[in-house]
Every structure is written in structure tokens, then in C-alpha cells.
């Protein structure tokens, strides 16, 4: 086992309430990690702890067997992972300058900007909006060039806080399987929130439920949406139940 992130004794309160409360948790290189829980279950918080976006109370981060500090992370430690959330952050500006913008940042030089971005909109598909105002996208399209913002930067992690959640289904579907492809591809280590079972089931290696602020059952995706445990079984039940008129 060669975990590329690992939580002890990780513990978030706000005043006198926990709202996130995970002992263990590691994360091995290249998994795809979704995790799924009920409304206010604690799963951004957990996202953004694993991010260091939201410094816990209690407890440490580490990142390649290395303690990470729990404030102030340098940039070069916050530089090898990307998030992307359900609200695209698009720039009033072309395709290809939204792609290319953290490039930009890190004075990559020009030439090797062009090839990665033309790269990265062949990949998802975007490659002849490359001259469009970004303004202009669809949701669909929109999030393909916030994927490939993200993509194009070669994260080591990729925090997904449900990135596919505001897409209509055949949109959803396509950019899911385009999207699969090009994780596995990559080997990127990928920690995925979401509500919807089918992409879970679809997207990930391994599921962690979350109740309460606490994991209640984690273990190979398979595994968890077809043994449930007697926690994560109301909510899994209720995931799988189908809406009656
Ligand atoms: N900074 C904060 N201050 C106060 N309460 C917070 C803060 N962050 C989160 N919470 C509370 O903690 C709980 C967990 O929130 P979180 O957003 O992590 O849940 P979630 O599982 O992602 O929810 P959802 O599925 O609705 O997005 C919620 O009750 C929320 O109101």
C-alpha cells in the first residue's frame, strides 16, 4: 500500500457542533475515490480538508508519507492538486485562454502553452470552440473546459466536489465516459463527491459513505452499493429506490 494522502485523528467543529470526525483514512495512489452521504453529511468539508482549502481543528494531513502544516500550505504543495466544483468559474475570455490561464500563471512558456492546451480541448472534445467567448457555453461545454483548466496543470490529485451534478443526462453520460478515459489514462489520484449512484458506480474504484460527519462504511465501490452495512443501508436504500408517481 502506498497512500498518497493519509488523515489521522482528523476532527472539523464549528462552535460546539463536529461536523467532521475521521480517525483513518488513506488514500492510495491512482484511486478513483468517490464519496457519497445525505445532505450535510460533511462531505465538502471532508473534500476541502483533503484539499487543505479548510484547516481542521484537530489533526494531521499527510501527503506522501510527509506531514503536511495545517495553515499556510506553500504554493508549490498546493500546485500539485486541482479542484473543481458543481459552479463552473469560467473567465470572460476565449476557450483557450480559460484553458491556458493557470499555465499563464506559472510563466510556462508560450510555445508549450499552445501544444498543451490544443492538446487538452482535442481530449474533451472542445477543440472548435478554442476561439469561442467561454461566456457563451452550454453547462455541458462549459465544464469540459473547466475539467480541462484543471487537467492541463497534470495535478497529482483532482478534488471533484460534484462536477457533473448540474448537466442534463445525455450530457452527463457522454462527458462521464470521455472523462473516465482520460483518468485512467492519466493515473491521477481523484477524489470524487456526488450524490448520483449510477456516476459513482460508474466513475469510481473505492466508496466511502458519509453519515453525520463520519465514515460509515468504506471499501471497494461494488462492494458497498451491494453489502451495505447496517449505517450506510437506509441512505443506499433510499439511492437505489425509484421514484414513485
Ligand atoms: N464553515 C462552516 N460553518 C458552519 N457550519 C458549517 C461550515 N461548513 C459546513 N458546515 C455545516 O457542516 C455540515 C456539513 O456540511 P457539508 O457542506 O460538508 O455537507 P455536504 O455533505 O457536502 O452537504 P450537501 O450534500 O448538502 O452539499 C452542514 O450541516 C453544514 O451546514
Not at 450524490?195 to 462492494?223: C, P, W, Y
Request: aromatic letters at 6%; hydrophobic letters at 40%; one cysteine or more.
Amino acid at each position: 500500500m502506498n497512500p498518497i494522502i493519509r488523515l489521522e485523528n482528523i476532527h472539523y467543529r464549528n462552535k460546539d457542533r463536529m461536523i467532521l470526525s475521521v480517525p483513518q483514512l488513506s488514500i492510495e495512489q491512482g484511486e478513483i475515490l468517490g464519496i457519497m452521504g445525505p445532505n450535510g453529511a460533511g462531505k465538502s468539508t471532508l473534500l476541502k480538508t483533503l484539499s487543505c482549502l479548510q484547516a481542521p481543528s484537530a489533526g494531521r494531513i499527510f501527503y506522501h508519507h510527509n506531514a503536511l502544516p495545517t495553515k499556510n500550505i506553500p504554493l508549490e504543495q498546493r500546485r500539485k492538486w486541482a479542484v473543481v466544483l458543481q459552479q463552473t468559474l469560467i473567465f470572460d475570455t476565449t476557450v483557450f485562454h480559460n484553458v491556458a490561464a493557470g499555465l499563464k500563471i506559472r510563466h510556462v512558456p508560450r510555445k508549450e502553452i499552445k501544444e498543451k492546451v490544443e492538446f487538452w480541448l482535442e481530449k474533451f472534445g472542445i477543440a472548435h470552440l478554442a476561439k469561442k467567448n467561454a461566456h457563451q457555453l452550454s453547462g455541458g461545454e462549459a465544464q469540459r473546459v473547466n475539467l480541462a483548466r484543471a487537467l492541463i496543470l497534470d495535478p497529482e490529485v483532482l478534488y471533484l466536489d460534484e462536477p457533473f451534478s448540474a448537466l442534463d443526462f445525455p450530457t452527463k453520460v457522454k462527458l462521464l465516459k470521455d472523462f473516465k478515459s482520460i483518468i485512467k489514462d492519466t493515473d491521477m489520484t481523484t477524489i470524487f463527491v456526488s450524490h448520483d449512484l449510477t456516476e459513482v458506480k460508474f466513475m469510481t474504484d473505492r466508496l466511502a459513505i458519509l453519515m453525520n460527519g463520519e465514515i460509515v462504511q468504506i471499501g471497494s465501490t461494488l462492494d458497498v452499493v451491494t453489502n451495505p452495512n447496517a449505517y450506510s443501508a437506509p441512505f443506499m436504500n433510499e439511492m437505489q429506490l425509484p421514484i414513485e408517481e
